[in-house]
């Protein structure tokens, strides 16, 4: 879709634009939403490096008070992350948009998981709840299709792969090869809220349907119960009455369920669907949800939670990219650590930590990969930042922090406490009522790799998917 034409067009585009201190639209540019050209971002280093293959990290939530209280949890403050070993770092925005009667939206400054991904996926801003569809005048109106960067990738010939520890019809996943208008509509009977978007009524069905139509080379995560028999069956097109599972069957997708079958897989076994639990899966480590006033007691985490029969995202991470590592055209994969998030949100600071450390291990088997294949473009990333703080004990006298709170004893055996303070209070005395909130800070985003220098200073999240492309 977009040819070395194109770049002749963003060139003249800029030389048109700048002199005339305008938000530049480039010639090529006339079908996107608000491309964000603040940062004079095409004139960035890295433009026109392409990579052959690209490997996306999605920390979901994991803004930089989450990545520093693992450091220091886990490493200690001298200590340093795999996504430490990067090379270039910058920040991006993640701002998202309201519903309304358009074409201006107005800004939304925390935006969810949906709308996030929408942007790196398509390079377009969307309203909150959407996957890789424009914004409306309300959540249940559907908007237009954008193409995704996952489509981009498999119409040049690379293998595709989409790997996450939540159910991989869950939002982050889902805006790589779904385009629905309301993120819940996972499965053929979760598809009240998207009724005209039913393959019933001749579209292109819930997230399930659309994924395992897209024939995504690899697909590991959880969510079994979005596919079998419990997400019901299918309503439309050749498959109907059968479970979005026997549909995979059919259209040739070797399924799997358990670490072992993972790790026994033959590379040549392509498309493999991988459903390793019926929801989210297991989180690497756990501990107790935190309270408030002085918080948890100081405690260590415990760190041996997930269960055997699961493969942890690592293994996930290393089997993709071994299934995914022989085409000509190379791959994308996209990895995200997605219960750093979930566990926030839950106010549990073990389990997110160890969420954190799991991703970062992932990570590791990137850059290993990395050494080998230089030709890889790593990019590690957040969708949005979150709630978690490491603050003050009270030992001042100034009092408690408002929010719920976690004391950690750390490797350096020092107590770091961690509060939560996005959602609740004093008439809320426990955590588990609610679900802290996301925030609006930019995120942090690391690469390395042929055009990772384009992440360097402040871009936006729709820009991610034009360096993606080394465009
Ligand atoms: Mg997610
Ligand atoms: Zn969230």
Same mark, same amino acid.
């Given at each position: ?48 490096? $392409? ?8 920390? =979901? ?50 935006? =969810?998981?949906?709308?996030?991904? +929408? ?6 801003? $969307? ?100 596919? =079998? ?61 935190? +309270? ?51 566990? =926030? ?35 590690? $990333? ?90």
């Amino acid at each position: 879709m977009f040819t070395r034409n194109n770049q002749l067009a963003v060139v003249l585009g800029v030389t048109m634009c700048v002199g005339l201190g305008i938000q530049t639209v480039h010639a090529h540019d006339n079908d996107r939403f608000e491309i964000n050209d603040r940062f004079g971002n095409n004139e960035r280093p890295g433009r026109n490096k $392409t990579p052959k293959n690209v490997i996306l990290f999605i920390g =979901d939530g994991m803004g930089i008070s989450e990545v520093t209280l693992t450091r220091y949890y886990q490493y200690g403050v001298k200590g340093r992350m795999n996504l430490d070993k990067l090379k270039y770092t910058g920040f991006q925005t993640t701002w998202s948009l309201k519903p309304g009667a358009g074409p201006d939206y107005a800004s939304d400054y925390t935006p =969810d998981s949906a709308s996030t991904g +929408t942007m790196w996926a398509t390079g377009r801003k $969307t309203i909150d709840e959407r996957i890789s569809q424009g914004p409306s005048t309300a959540l249940n109106v559907p908007g237009k299709n954008y193409q995704t960067i996952l489509e981009v990738f498999k119409a040049q010939g690379k293998r595709v792969g989409n790997v996450t520890t939540a159910e991989i019809t869950d939002a982050t996943p889902a805006v790589l090869d779904s385009h629905i208008s309301l993120r819940s509509c996972q499965a053929p009977k979760n598809m009240t809220s998207c009724p005209t978007e039913r393959k019933a009524v001749g579209g292109p069905g819930s997230i399930a349907e659309q994924t395992v139509d897209h024939r995504v080379d690899v697909l590991l995560g959880g969510g079994k119960g979005r596919f =079998d028999g419990t997400g019901g069956l299918i309503e439309g097109g050749p498959d109907t009455g059968r479970t979005v599972l026997d549909s995979a069957q059919r259209q040739g997708y070797k399924i799997i369920s358990t670490k072992s079958e993972l790790d026994a897989l033959p590379w040549r076994n392509l498309p493999v669907l991988g459903l390793f639990t019926p929801g989210n899966m297991t989180t690497e480590w756990t501990g107790p949800v935190a +309270t408030l006033g002085d918080g948890v007691p100081a405690h260590a985490c415990t760190t041996d939670n997930r269960p055997s029969n699961e493969p942890s995202l690592a293994a996930m991470t290393k089997k993709a990219i071994d299934l995914l590592d022989h085409s000509p055209h190379g791959f994308f994969l996209q990895v995200e650590g997605a219960s750093i998030d979930k566990q =926030d949100h839950a106010a549990n600071a073990c389990a997110q930590l160890g969420e954190t450390v799991a991703f970062d291990e992932a990570i590791g088997v990137a850059l290993s990969f990395l050494e080998r294949n230089p030709d890889t473009l790593i990019i590690v $990333t957040a969708d949005h930042s979150h709630t978690s703080q490491i603050v003050g004990e009270d030992t001042s006298g100034n009092g408690n922090p408002t929010g719920y709170s976690d004391n950690l004893i750390t490797r350096e055996g020092q107590v770091m406490r961690v509060t939560y303070g996005t959602a609740g209070g004093v008439d809320r005395p426990l955590a588990s009522q609610l679900s802290q909130q996301h925030t609006g800070a930019a995120v942090p985003i690391w690469a390395e790799g042929p055009g990772a220098e384009a992440i360097l200073g402040t871009t936006d999240h729709t820009d991610l998917f034009w360096i993606l492309q080394g465009k």
